[in-house]
């Protein structure tokens, strides 16, 4: 059978039109350079020569890169010096650099594969005091989030809540807040759409110079209506809780799929070395801590957590409290044992290039020797089980979909844990109140009240049956909106009060918990903090 000269045209129409032609290689038109990634479902982005912006994204022949704004660190470099140039090692790479005063941005394509493996270095914390990369993409093409769904699209919202990041849509609070997943838990983070269901996913194999450890979260994604959002955040002053690190940070990828979601698990980024990045540092030189964890309580999870000003790393323990850190670039760190995200150990450890380390570590929570009369939550860092603790990470405070914030009164003994609020605010729901009974009088007692945020210098202080404790001293500010974005970990302050002999009595007896502070707000916005245990205890 012989196929004519229309059919052959026809079939090379086709294949061009579904984006079926591809050749690994870069050119340079209109400003841009032009990179292909040669691979089966083609990718091929243009990246601009004087900025760095990427001005198209092309994956199976489908635009998807906004028109308006381009991808970018930050809000864009503004001016950049930017090359490109092919590289062989175990396989062919493309890589851009683009070079400011203080930064470095690599974007690097493996031959074959639908994916930008990328980097940033820096010597300085960029002038609007965040490091982020932000894709903005077509919302016709990809209008959903993975794995926020719809708590994080803003598109169509009628009014806002406060500031201007916390929306209204449908009469629900929404914000690009709301999209967050733990460090320690961050997998793929995607948006995704069109007829063949393609997803473009962020993935980042290590947070080594991010700030924050290993229960920090962030900005994923947004629709915004205009375009659709995605990000990876390296770090920002939402809840920074310690300062910012230079150096690079990354290897972290932005990958194009039709065949489902990617996993973090699976991506290999041992290769990076071959292609001449500012800052990476191969696992011949880095080192590793292994030992074993002890004194969490039974059920706890274990985390091990180091840290020092260039790297922060980060590792479950085994049912056993085994582990073995990631490998770590050398240095001396501090070391944390966390019972789930409750600090209960700390030390230092060494490490070497190249070396193996032992250090085990062992928590507790003092004074080790205390009778508890009652306790109010876990000692596990977060506020889970509280009121509201299900829902806030997803909406605002002032939700409909919230339970009411109160006042609220807790009976020891018959309330559910859930007649206690996740967190107090001063002007909501001020102060919470806790009704128990003595069999007899206890003597001296402590109250411990531990938080895991507090906002515009909040702090407990109690009142046992007529009785003021003293005023706290007012916690170190961190300069951000905290549980209305959906946040909850700070430093985690702890407050013990003493209560004198003669203030408990036996039979009923009374404790409130007061929010106070030397500043004043309206509604949710007012002082606050955010609950992680109370318990009231002698020795």
């Keep these: 059978m012989r196929t004519s000269l229309v059919q052959i045209l026809a079939i090379g129409l086709s294949l061009f039109s579904s984006g079926a032609l591809c050749a690994f290689g870069y050119s340079s038109s209109g400003g841009n350079f032009i990179i292909d990634a040669g691979s089966a479902n083609p990718l091929v982005f243009s990246v601009s020569q004087s900025n760095c912006d990427i001005k198209s994204i092309k994956y199976r022949g489908v635009e ?24 062989s090692g175990s396989s062919r790479y493309i890589k851009v650099t683009c070079v400011t005063s203080t930064l470095t941005h690599y974007m690097v394509v493996r031959e074959g594969e639908s994916t930008i493996y990328m980097a940033t270095y820096i010597t300085a914390e960029p002038d609007i005091g965040e490091l982020r990369f932000i894709a903005r993409l077509l919302p016709n093409q990809l209008p959903g989030e993975y794995p926020y769904g719809e708590v994080s699209n803003t598109n169509g919202a009628s009014s806002t809540v406060e500031g ?62 205009a375009s659709t959002n995605l990000y990876n955040y390296m770090n920002s002053g939402h809840v920074q809780t310690e300062p ?59 985390v091990v957590h180091w840290f020092n000003s260039a790297a922060q790393y980060w590792v479950r323990t085994s049912s056993s409290g085994a582990f073995t850190s990631p490998p770590m670039k ?54 889970m089980g509280f009121r509201n603790a299900d829902k806030f990470l997803r909406m605002h405070p002032s939700d409909s ?39 007899s009088a206890p003597g001296a007692a402590t109250l411990r009240v531990a938080t895991t945020l507090s906002f515009a210098g909040s702090r407990p202080q109690i009142n046992v049956t007529g009785w003021t404790g003293p005023s706290p001293s ?6 951000s909106r905290g549980v209305t974005r959906g946040a909850y970990r700070g430093y985690g ?24 502070s030397g500043s004043s707000g309206a509604t949710f916005l007012s002082p606050n903090f ?10």
């Excluded at 020891?412 to 002007?427: E, I, K, N, R």
């Design 330 to 383: 050398p240095g001396t760190y501090t070391m944390v044992l966390y019972q789930t995200e409750y600090k209960i150990a700390t030390t230092t450890v060494s490490v070497s290039a190249g070396g193996t380390t032992t250090m085990n570590i062992a928590g507790s929570i003092s004074p080790a020797n205390r009778k508890t009369i009652f306790k109010i939550g876990e000692y596990d860092g977060q506020p």
């Design 64 to 87: 998807l890169q906004y028109g308006s704004q381009g991808t970018h660190i930050g809000s864009g470099l503004g001016s950049a010096t930017v090359s490109v140039n092919q590289i």
């Design 493 to 516: 302050e702890v407050y013990d009060v003493s209560i004198p002999a003669g203030r408990l009595v036996a039979g009923s007896n009374t404790i409130t918990i007061s929010s106070i």
């Design 530 to 539: 955010i609950f992680d245990a109370v318990e009231l205890f002698t020795v």
């Design 244 to 302: 910012f690190r230079t150096g690079l940070h990354g290897p972290y990828l932005m990958q194009f799929s039709r065949s489902g979601i990617p996993s973090v698990k699976t991506a290999d980024v041992s290769w990076f070395g071959e292609v001449g990045v500012t800052g990476f540092v191969p696992r011949s030189g880095r080192g590793v801590v292994i030992g074993t964890a002890s004194g969490l309580q039974s059920g706890m999870e274990g």
């Design 474 to 479: 007012a916690p170190p500010k961190i300069d």
């Design 401 to 439: 979909r919230m339970s009411s914030w109160g006042p609220l009164t807790y009976t020891v003994g018959s309330s559910p844990l859930t007649d206690f609020p996740m967190a107090l605010f001063q002007s909501v729901n001020n102060p919470v109140t806790i009704r128990f009974n003595l069999a």
């Design 164 to 225: 201007s990041d916390v929306f209204v849509v449908n009469g629900q609070t929404r914000s690009k807040f709301y999209s967050s997943t733990r460090f320690i838990d961050e997998d793929s983070h995607c948006v995704f759409g069109g007829n063949d269901l393609m997803h473009v996913c962020i993935m980042t194999p290590q947070q080594e110079s991010s700030s924050g450890g290993p229960f920090f979260r962030d900005i994923n994604s947004n629709n915004a209506g």
